[in-house]
């Protein structure tokens, strides 16, 4: 806990001064979400979210645990679907379309909004093999041993890896199986990348490594990040969404507390709860 | 620094020691139930070594079965191709349909669905062998002449389940985060069945099918009314009714010829020692592949 009390007088700030001040307001708004409540069974998630993410920018989801941030991202690219008692209200637009709505395919949604997850989880296959899976299957199959170098060059394992793509996988350290996992995501050509809590079983340097990777990849593919760490969304991020957790006679549930550029948060947060959470004193 | 009253004893009064005794007795059954399993199983391939080890020879597993009381030494060589076709074409009739039956109950039937079936799988793994055999033989046999289709039929009935059971298991040891990865990706969930989490399950649905295998060989039953009257050569056109193993087995114990009885006994050892190989051949299989999953 001591980082977090630490945490106004270092980093952050600089960081967020250095960011190309970008306004918002000439990005394309990729997700529109209005509304949102998402449950599992009887119990509430998230409530009451809205909010625009915007093409090319980096995305942070901070909020204590229970928040309900994983729920949300997961939302995006619909793989609550495959939890049976999964429950939503409200629109997720996406380019002004309902990611629900009717005839709306999720392995469509799901092949054009990636998704990275918290545990690496490359295929028990070769490494070359874990990033051709999905274009072979989705039909990709032109100029295959391109799309599997460019995937990796993308996600900086390349040089790491190019001696030894018909290896196992499962041989890479975790870092390397990570950048693996957003190679694998990246082969088939999202738009988005959605990235849960991507980096929180690994060690400084291979933390290190994926935010630096994050900074290119914002070039070509709009990044959501979930993390619990406030340094990694203040590094990295260009907007952040603050989520927390309410209650009411229901039960508790996740709700957007502040959503805005990532220096405000950090420096001038307009929420009590925001301030108190950056400045470590909650969560 | 124990006061007078509180003398500090760790020798157990009467009631620990009488507890000690209990449990030692406890203790001493369930190990003597556990040597008596290996008590009986040593004493059944003993006592089959002894009777049947004197008749094998090379010219007993290649010959064709003997006439009765013809005094000829003959043969097994029939039975051995009959079993190895009837068990043959029950895999491919059990293996397919089995795994996919455990496919549908771990990947895709949602838990109403899933109880019904899950519990008809284990009803036929319970369902009686001659009740399989009648069954057989009024659907596939009854006003025809006996064939080895309706036999294969009966022992894919005896190897669906066990083949089902075995990779149910093995699919629930697939870690649930490759199917998130596989579908993160845009896969549908058959292609992810078909290229993730079969894949890595493949070890120990072929474990299944081998100890499956075994058992099938073993079954008499099913191939009672279905394929038991066979001629004394080799057949390998299922078709007609196959020669085999267990049913000559019985055939043989049933005879007034002394000679059929040592047959019997040395195809019975044949069969055990089929058995036993393909059994520890599967066990090992299995502990391989599970290896390989937990890593």
């Known amino acids: 806990m001591s980082e977090m009390v630490t945490m106004p007088t270092m980093r952050p700030v600089d960081v967020a001064a250095r960011r190309d001040a970008e306004s918002q307001t000439t990005r394309e708004t990729v997700f529109d979400i209005q509304g949102l409540q998402a449950s599992y069974g009887s119990n509430v998630a998230v409530k009451g979210v809205d909010l625009e993410i915007y093409q090319n920018l ?27 008692s999964f429950r939503h209200e409200g629109k997720i637009l996406y380019h002004g379309i309902d990611l629900y709505g009717d005839g709306v395919e999720p392995v469509e949604v799901r092949r054009r909004i990636g998704m990275v997850f918290q545990k690496a989880n490359p295929f028990p296959k070769s490494i070359y093999d874990n990033v051709a899976w999905a274009p072979r299957v989705l039909g990709l199959k032109k100029n295959l041993d391109e799309r599997v170098e460019k995937a ?6 390349w040089d790491e890896v190019k001696d030894r793509l018909k290896r196992s996988a499962l041989g890479l350290s975790g870092g390397q199986q990570q950048r693996l996992c957003i190679a694998r995501a990246i082969a088939v050509e999202p738009e988005v990348l959605l990235l849960d809590e991507p980096a929180s079983a690994l060690d400084p340097i291979a933390t290190q490594r994926i935010e630096e990777l994050m900074h290119g990849l914002k070039e070509e593919y709009t990044i959501v990040i979930v993390t ?27 709700v957007l507390v502040e959503y805005d550029e990532t220096p405000k948060i950090f420096t001038a947060p307009s929420d009590k709860r925001t301030e108190d959470y950056v400045t470590g004193r909650f969560g | ?65 003997p006439l009765p009381f013809s005094g000829e030494s003959g043969g097994i060589a029939p039975l051995l191709v009959g079993s190895g076709i009837l068990v043959g074409l029950a895999t491919g009739m059990a293996l397919p349909v089995g795994v996919l039956i455990a496919v549908f109950l771990e990947e895709f039937a949602s838990p109403a669905v899933r109880a019904p079936i899950q519990l008809a799988v284990d009803l036929l793994n319970g369902l009686p062998s001659i009740i399989i055999g009648v069954f057989v033989f009024g659907l596939l046999v009854y006003g025809h002449p006996q064939n080895g289709w309706a036999g294969a039929v009966g022992l894919a009935i005896v190897m669906l389940p066990l083949i089902t059971r075995a990779t149910q298991e093995v699919l629930r040891l697939v870690p649930s985060a490759h199917r998130e990865g596989a579908l993160a990706l845009g896969a549908s969930r058959w292609r992810t069945v078909l290229g993730i989490t079969l894949p890595s399950a493949l070890g120990g649905i072929l474990t299944g099918t081998v100890l499956a295998i075994a058992r099938a060989t073993g079954e008499t039953a099913p191939l009672l009314f279905a394929t038991s009257i066979f001629g004394r050569t080799i057949n390998w056109n299922p078709g007609h009714a196959m020669p085999n193993l267990t049913v000559q087995i019985f055939i043989w114990s049933e005879s007034a010829d002394p000679q059929d009885h040592k047959r019997a006994w040395a195809s019975a050892l044949v069969l055990l020692i089929f058995v036993l190989v393909t059994s520890l051949v599967a066990r090992t299989l299995l502990a391989r592949s599970r290896r390989k999953l937990n890593r």
């Open chain 1, 152 to 157: 990796l060059q993308g996600a900086a394992l």
């Open chain 1, 228 to 254: 619990h760490n406030m340094q990694q969304a203040a590094r990295v991020a260009d907007r952040t969404a603050f989520f927390s957790i309410d209650s009411d006679e229901s039960g508790r549930y996740g």
């Open chain 2, 1 to 65: 620094m124990a006061t007078v009253e509180h003398a500090l004893s760790l020798r157990g009064d009467r009631r620990v020691r009488r507890r000690r005794v209990v449990n030692r007795l406890a203790e001493a059954s369930a190990t003597i139930a556990a040597m008596l399993a290996i008590f009986v199983l040593g004493v059944v391939v003993w006592a089959i070594a002894k009777r049947g080890a004197g008749e094998l020879s090379w010219g007993f597993l290649t010959g064709d079965l």
């Open chain 1, 58 to 84: 980096i995305t942070a989801v901070i909020g204590p645990s229970g928040c309900g941030k994983s729920t949300f991202i997961r939302c995006l690219n619909r793989m609550n679907d495959e939890v049976p």
